[in-house]
């Protein structure tokens, strides 16, 4: 069956300090990949999805940027954080249209 | 622009209830439509996926309805239960399959 991994579960980090979420996928191949941010008291935002390895499409321009060095590897990442990168962030996967999301990083920019 | 609406936005009621969650979405040219569920600092679980071609799917005590051409989806849950307590997220999937956006979700809350 299909497993999605997402780390660290929660994260505490400086302003102006980088920052490496990782989120990996087992049992498929190919799958289209996604990293969302969900602010207290806003919807899910999509921050960026892809469709295959290196191939990242940006939804939003912000502070972050993504990256997928390997088929079920995706990263988000920034050189310098900000207060408002504060947030919960979560990772999806989908293969032949279904969605399915990881557990969240809950990442506080102090 | 595809926007997604999700009324109400917060919902309370007596365990043993029958409710229904609304859905609606600005732009008809979907792929599908998938309900979610997600529980306080947790992930998105899914509940139900409706192709673009499709009227309704049903798993258990849920229920989920598309009209897709007035852009409208209605997730119904028979016999509420405590356990139901969540917040309740409704997204389409674009046409091309990239893009997954979401309703601000309704918050449910079933009172034992």
């Known amino acids: 069956s299909q497993t999605i991994h997402q780390w660290p579960a929660t994260l505490v980090q400086p302003v102006g300090s980088p920052l490496s979420l990782e989120c990996t996928v087992e049992?498929?191949?190919?799958?289209?990949l996604y990293w969302y941010r969900q602010a207290a008291g806003r919807g899910l935002q999509l921050l960026f999805y892809s469709v295959g390895i290196g191939q990242i499409s940006s939804e939003v321009p912000q502070n972050l940027s993504a990256s997928r060095p390997q088929d079920r590897q995706f990263i988000l990442s920034s050189k310098k954080l900000l207060l408002s990168d504060s947030g919960f962030y979560l990772c999806?996967?989908?293969?032949?249209?279904?969605?399915?999301f990881g557990q969240g990083t809950r990442l506080t920019v102090v | 622009k595809q926007e997604v609406t999700q009324i109400p936005a917060a919902l309370s009621v007596p365990e043993g209830e029958n409710l229904v969650l609304n859905c609606s979405f600005t732009d008809s040219a979907i792929y599908n439509l998938q309900w979610f569920r997600q529980d306080p600092g947790k992930g998105l679980t899914s509940l139900l996926l409706i192709q673009s071609s499709q009227r309704e799917q049903t798993s258990g005590r849920l229920n989920a309805s598309l009209d897709k051409s007035s852009g409208r989806s209605t997730l119904y849950i028979a016999a509420s239960q405590p356990g139901d307590s969540a917040t309740y997220l409704c997204?389409?999937?674009?046409?091309?399959?990239?893009?997954?956006?979401f309703g601000k979700g309704t918050t449910l809350s079933v009172s034992s």
């Open positions: 999806a996967w989908s293969v032949a249209s279904e969605a399915f």
């Open positions: 049992g498929t191949s190919n799958p289209n």
């Open positions: 997204a389409v999937l674009n046409q091309a399959g990239t893009a997954l956006i």
